[in-house]
C-alpha cells in the first residue's frame, strides 16, 4: 500500500526578493531540527507548485513539458511531491538521506534533501538535440527557486551534483523513468 501525505497550503513569504537575493548563500553546517509541514509545503511549492487557476508553475519549464520531477529525501523515506493534489507519495521507506551523496557528511543531518530528476516518459516534445540543455536550464530555475525560498524562509541550503545516480534511481519508483540530475539540501542553519 502507498503511504500519500497532504500538505498544508504553502505560508506566505514576506522577505523581499532584494533580500533573498542579497542573503543567498549556500551552507553546509545544518541543525537537525525537522522541517514543519507548512515550511516544506512551502518551499515544495516555490520550486515545482501550482500557481494559479490555470495551472501553471511556479518555475518555467521547456514547452511547459514539467519533465524536472522532485523528490523528498528525510527521515522517514523517499517521497515524489505531487504538485497538482499538493501531497507526497512515498517511493520508499526509512532514512535514504546519505544515498543522496558521496560523502558528505552534513547531508544526513539536514533534515531534507530534494533531488530534481528528469521524468522521461514528459519529454517527448522537446528536440533531441536541445534536450539535456533544457533539462539542465529547468533544473537550474528550480534549484535556484529553491534556494530563494529557503532564505525567504529562514532556512539554509546547498545545491548539489555529487551523488551516484545509480543508487538513487531505484528509490525513485518502480519502473526506473526518472533520472537524477540534482539535489538541494535544506534545513535551519547549525
Not at 40 to 60: K, N
Not at 119 to 137: A, M, Q, W
Not at 152 to 167: E, H, I, K, Q
Request: charged share 20%; aromatic share 6%; glycine share 6%.
Amino acid at each position: 500500500m502507498t503511504t500519500t501525505v497532504k500538505l498544508p497550503d504553502p505560508i506566505p513569504m514576506v522577505t523581499s526578493l532584494t533580500q533573498a537575493l542579497g542573503k543567498r548563500r549556500s551552507h553546509r553546517e545544518f541543525s537537525a531540527k525537522p522541517l514543519s509541514p507548512d515550511l516544506l509545503s512551502t518551499l515544495l511549492w516555490s520550486v515545482a507548485g501550482i500557481s494559479s487557476e490555470t495551472g501553471l508553475r511556479t518555475v518555467p519549464s521547456a514547452m511547459d513539458c514539467r519533465e524536472i520531477v522532485v523528490f523528498v529525501f528525510d527521515q522517514q523515506g523517499v517521497w515524489f511531491y505531487d504538485a497538482p493534489n499538493t501531497s507526497l507519495i512515498q517511493t520508499a521507506e526509512g532514512d535514504k538521506r546519505s544515498e543522496t551523496t558521496l560523502g558528505q557528511f552534513f547531508v544526513a543531518k539536514a533534515p531534507v534533501t530534494l533531488l530534481f530528476a528528469a521524468d522521461t516518459t514528459r519529454c517527448e516534445k522537446i528536440n533531441e538535440t536541445r534536450l539535456e540543455r533544457c533539462l539542465c536550464v529547468d533544473t537550474g530555475c528550480m534549484t535556484m527557486a529553491g534556494q530563494l525560498a529557503a532564505t525567504a524562509l529562514g532556512l539554509a541550503s546547498v545545491p548539489r551534483a555529487s551523488f551516484d545516480p545509480a543508487r538513487l534511481t531505484p528509490l525513485l519508483g518502480s519502473d526506473g523513468r526518472f533520472t537524477p540530475i540534482m539535489a538541494l539540501t535544506v534545513g535551519y542553519p547549525a
